[in-house]
């Protein structure tokens, strides 16, 4: 069953005398409990799908275009009155920077009891016993004392959990994660990244995981996007695009990987970088990096279209695979 | 082409219109205008000598019979004085274009010795750091807890006692600019040392020091202009803010004598004077220097708008 | 908390002190006692007598031990004119002046967050522009300007309101006569304090305002926002207790600013406060009043910045009081 549907979505952002496009005709699907990852260098529009998704994008920034519906009703369309009782509630976000995201001058407390007031009737009383028992189940030591607390007064990683614990407050259908672990130690990530995982599985949750990292995309999502210069270019079964990937730019990522290169050699990265929203080049964006890019490429944009297992956006995938079974069979 | 054109480099005021300051000032109608009436002001003031049709420091141009007249435009006027005259028989708007000078001549004064003490001290503090610059900084914080306008009334109060006031009268002017800009230093301390602490880590500033380069030269030539633009609009607003303390402490009869007086000073002559019915003693030098302060304050936030990028526009 | 509460006031006392120098100095040069005492046709011989008598032969150091002591009994020296102690002719006036504070700071703390917080959440309604085109133009306007106009508009024009003076008091205790509790009293009191608050109210709308712009950029707004907290909470709970917290710094700063200003709100409208005392004195050159308000002045500022810094530190989760006593 379908938890949400992108059609087309198009976001823009206003410059003093036009606009430039940050999400070009993004489309895609997301089933119940399914778990999606998002992947691509910054600026390629994962943060911006995840905040249009809430529809709590900043100015200048807004969505020109495209339909999201979620269980059936249009985002795009709701007023923000019925929006916030979506936010929240049936719809959470893990913010990147946990250090920064809780309010300093409020105890975790009232930062968790509001959540559950401003969706539901329950008494402060009430509120509390809800949030402690989801506080103990993001493996907070003595949940009771924790309420009491400030945020500074919490490590970084104690912090995230506690945003964790937010986000499961209310149950909801899907929550959206915009690279959790990224302003984290490194050697709390993974616990962080494990508890994630091991809540969205027993609570059946939907999750988005917004990421540059293609090893925890692989950990932990069932299918994954790839996102270059505010359009999808790749999009499958996560397994099949880390075992397999067809658009070039897929390939580029996961050849940089660290494991794909031997001890002592240089990793293997994509020159050039990414273009601004601002100068995205003719044709496909990819072609000034792209080392198979003909001439087409530099004049018309491809159309994702479904090929072996995947969908991908790239004119030349078919001869970049019978190269690449030439190749396997030399 | 064939022949090799030289181009000239752009001039400084070319250069400054294309930036990006030059666009938004272009763009921003109350900027222009502000700037306009500020200039014209400046440049009257400046010229008062040259565009005021009396000299109000000429007791023999001075004549208490014709005291209190109106503004011409008003029945009983005397062509002659343009805004009428004031108590003493001086002419209103000779004695606003002096009073102008004055009042812009001790708010810049006394904010270049702001800048001056100021710039210098945080520079110490950032560089050197350690206790000095904690006890630099906490002297800051207490000089900064008491309010300058009541320093400098207290500490004018006490100097005009003690020299009585005709010595007080003639050196009002050095009084009223040293305390006004002795007291406000800490804004540029507190703004330059935070630059230096910032610059202080950067590499270049660690290449001057293995080149050899003094203290005093990386400071100045290296650290400094990267602080120039928070000094630039908290200079424009301590102008705003000296001329009105000044014109404030002129008004306490703390200030420029009635003889010689800033706009503060006139306004305060004229107050005995408006329940009679003279009113445009107080009026017209009051809206001079409300005008006066309100487009330097203006400038100052659009400036504040156009430098920092954290700012907001409304 | 004990640890930074005792470094605070240490450091409070060490300003006092370096403040009674400042008066003690001023005591010193200023004006001649003798001559006040005994009037000009007396013989250098029973000059002489009177100055070994006072103790004005003595050291610095004894005279102002000596001045010191006095004053922490309160003696601040008898006023020449008055002829009464110094500080009681100061506290008889302080309550006029504090009661004029009290009325200025109820206007510009009751509009100054409301306007600040609006003007922040709708920056681009006419009202906004309305607001902030007005507090730039009241910047602009000096105390005494503002207090010249309303008189000649609200009591000479209109006559409105009276344009001097408290008018009917009703005595509270002590020195303490009140302005609230008549009428008159508040139509007297009307003028001053809105005169008084015509400056700092336009600057307090625009720092609340910018700071509150400010925190609604933040993360933790977008968070809030994010979990579906209602617009009202996320801006009076979440965002104006972030903004108040440079607002208290600037406010305790500004306490002072405002006594300053009371000089001038108290001369345009006679008003029987310490501020226009104290300008009568400095023209009689009334030294001992002169140097117990410089005092007392000083004192008030010393104790409002330590209540000030206090505060902020109970609203503040992340000033750790105790540690920073350490």
Redesign the interface.
């Known amino acids: 069953m379908t938890l949400l549907s992108v059609r087309d979505l198009t976001v823009k952002f206003a410059t003093r005398d036009s606009s430039v496009t940050a999400l070009n005709r993004i489309s895609f699907d997301l089933a119940k409990g399914e778990r999606l990852g998002i992947v691509g260098e910054s600026g390629a529009g994962k943060s911006i799908t995840g905040f249009s998704l809430?529809n709590?994008l900043?100015r200048p920034g807004f969505i020109d275009n495209g339909t999201i519906l979620f269980q059936g009703d249009d985002i795009v369309k709701m007023s923000e009155s019925q929006m916030?009782?979506?936010?929240?509630?049936q719809m959470?976000?893990i913010?990147q920077?946990p250090m920064?995201?809780?309010?300093?001058?409020?105890?975790i407390g009232q930062q968790m009891v509001?959540?559950l007031r401003?969706?539901r009737k329950l008494s402060q009383k009430e509120a509390e016993q809800i949030a402690i028992v989801k506080l103990r189940e993001v493996y907070i030591p003595s949940p009771e004392d924790r309420l009491g607390q400030?945020p500074?007064e919490l490590s970084g990683g104690m912090r995230q959990r506690i945003v964790i614990a937010?986000a499961l407050l209310l149950d909801p259908q899907l929550i959206i994660a915009d690279e959790p672990t990224t302003a984290l130690d490194v050697t709390i990530q993974a616990d962080i990244m494990e508890l994630l995982l091991e809540l969205c599985q027993s609570n059946k949750v939907g999750l988005i995981l917004i990421t540059h990292d293609l090893g925890v995309v692989s950990q932990m999502t069932e299918r994954t996007l790839v996102m270059y210069a505010g359009k999808i270019i790749e999009a499958g079964r996560t397994r099949e695009i880390i075992n397999d990937p067809q658009h070039p730019y897929t390939q580029g990522l996961i050849n940089a990987l660290p494991q794909q290169t031997q001890p002592g050699n240089p990793l293997k990265q994509i020159p050039g970088n990414m273009p601004s929203l601002a100068a995205i080049p003719n044709g496909c964006a990819f072609n000034p990096r792209c080392e198979y890019a003909l001439d087409h490429c530099r004049t018309t944009a491809p159309e994702i279209v479904q090929y072996a297992h995947v969908e991908v956006a790239c004119h030349e995938v078919s001869r970049l695979h019978s190269d690449k079974s030439e190749e396997r069979s030399a | 082409m064939s022949t090799l054109e030289t181009i000239p480099p752009p001039s400084l005021w070319v250069r400054l219109w294309d930036s990006n300051m030059g666009y938004s000032f272009r763009r921003n109608p109350v900027a222009v205008v502000s700037l306009i009436i500020f200039v014209a002001v400046a440049l009257m003031a400046i010229f008062a000598p040259l565009v005021a049709p009396f000299d109000p420091y000429d007791p023999a141009q001075i004549d208490i019979m014709n005291s209190e007249y109106p503004p011409i435009w008003i029945e009983g006027a005397d062509p002659s004085f343009l805004f009428g005259t004031d108590d003493q028989g001086r002419d209103l708007w000779s004695t606003i274009l002096y009073g102008t000078r004055l009042s812009l001549l001790i708010g810049l004064c006394a904010v270049a010795l702001q800048a001056f003490l100021g710039i210098t001290i945080g520079l110490i503090a950032g560089y050197v750091g350690g206790r000095l610059d904690s006890l630099l900084m906490r002297l800051a914080d207490?000089q900064?807890?008491?309010?300058?306008?009541?320093v400098a009334?207290?500490f004018l109060?006490?100097t005009?006692?003690?020299f009585g006031s005709e010595t007080f009268n003639q050196y009002a002017i050095y009084f009223l600019i040293v305390v006004i800009g002795v007291a406000e230093w800490p804004q540029y301390a507190r703004t330059v040392r935070a630059t230096v602490l910032a610059e202080k880590k950067k590499e270049y500033v660690d290449g001057a020091r293995v080149l050899g380069f003094g203290p005093l030269r990386i400071m100045v030539r290296h650290i400094l202009p990267n602080s120039m633009s928070p000094i630039f609009v908290i200079s424009t607003v301590q102008v705003?803010n000296a001329i009105?303390s000044e014109?404030?402490l002129s008004?306490?009869?703390?200030g420029m004598p009635p003889s010689q007086p800033s706009l503060?000073s006139l306004?305060s002559s004229g107050?005995d004077y408006?329940?009679s019915g003279s009113?445009w003693i107080?009026a017209i030098p009051?809206v001079v220097?409300?005008v006066l302060?309100?487009v330097i304050?203006?400038l100052g936030?659009w400036m504040r708008d156009v430098l920092n990028p954290?700012?907001?526009?409304? | 908390m004990l640890a930074y509460l005792v470094k605070r006031v240490f450091q409070a006392v060490a300003?006092m002190f370096v403040i009674s120098l400042i008066g003690f100095a001023?005591q010193d040069?200023?004006?001649d006692p003798l001559r006040e005492l005994l009037g000009q046709s007396v013989s250098e011989e029973v000059r002489q007598e009177l100055r070994e008598e006072l103790g004005l032969n003595d050291s610095f150091v004894i005279q102002y031990t000596r001045f010191l002591g006095k004053a922490l009994q309160g003696d601040l020296g008898t006023s020449y004119f008055f002829k009464e102690p110094a500080l009681d002719v100061i506290l008889k006036k302080l309550p006029a002046t504090l009661e004029l504070v009290l009325g200025a700071t109820f206007i510009i703390v009751g509009f100054s967050v409301p306007l600040g917080v609006y003007?922040a959440i709708r920056?681009?309604t006419i009202l906004?522009?309305i607001i902030?085109g007005l507090s730039?133009?009241g910047?602009?306007?000096?105390?005494?300007?503002t207090a010249?106009?309303m008189?000649?508009v609200f009591a000479?024009g209109y006559g409105w309101f009276p344009s001097f003076g408290r008018g009917d008091l009703v005595h509270v205790f002590g020195y303490w006569e009140t302005n609230f509790a008549t009428l008159d009293g508040w139509s007297h009191i009307f003028l001053p304090s809105l005169a008084l608050a015509s400056i700092m109210l336009p600057l307090f709308i625009r720092l609340i305002?910018?700071e509150m712009?400010?925190v609604l950029?933040?993360?933790?707004v977008?968070?809030?926002?994010?979990?579906?907290?209602?617009?009202w909470?996320i801006y009076f709970?979440?965002a104006l207790?972030?903004t108040l917290?440079p607002v208290i710094t600037v406010g305790?700063?500004q306490i002072?600013?405002m006594?300053?200003?009371t000089?001038?709100t108290e001369?345009?409208f006679q008003w029987p406060g310490m501020g226009f005392m104290?300008?009568e004195a400095?023209n009689r050159?009334d030294?001992p009043l002169?140097v117990a308000?410089?005092i007392v002045?000083g004192f008030i500022?010393v104790v409002t910045?330590t209540i000030v810094d206090l505060i902020y530190g109970l609203?503040?989760?992340?000033v750790n009081l105790a540690r920073m006593g350490a």
């Open positions: 809430m709590l900043s916030r009782s979506i936010r929240g509630n959470a976000m913010f920077d920064v995201t809780l309010n300093p001058v409020l105890t509001e959540t401003a969706h400030y500074h937010i | 207490i900064l807890s008491f309010s300058t306008l009541m009334i207290i109060a006490v005009q006692a003690m705003a009105i014109a404030s008004f306490l009869g703390l503060g306004i107050f408006i329940f009113w107080t009051g220097l409300v302060v309100l304050n203006l936030d954290k700012s907001f526009k409304g | 300003v001023i040069n200023l004006g003007t920056p681009n906004s522009r902030m730039i133009v910047i602009s306007v000096p105390v005494f300007l010249i106009l008189i000649y000479v305002r910018s712009m400010e950029q933040s993360e933790y977008k968070y809030a926002r994010a979990k579906g907290i209602w617009p909470r709970v979440h207790k972030n917290l305790g700063v002072g600013t006594v300053a200003y000089i001038l001369t345009v104290f300008l400095v050159v030294t002169i308000y410089l002045v500022f910045n609203v503040n989760p992340m």
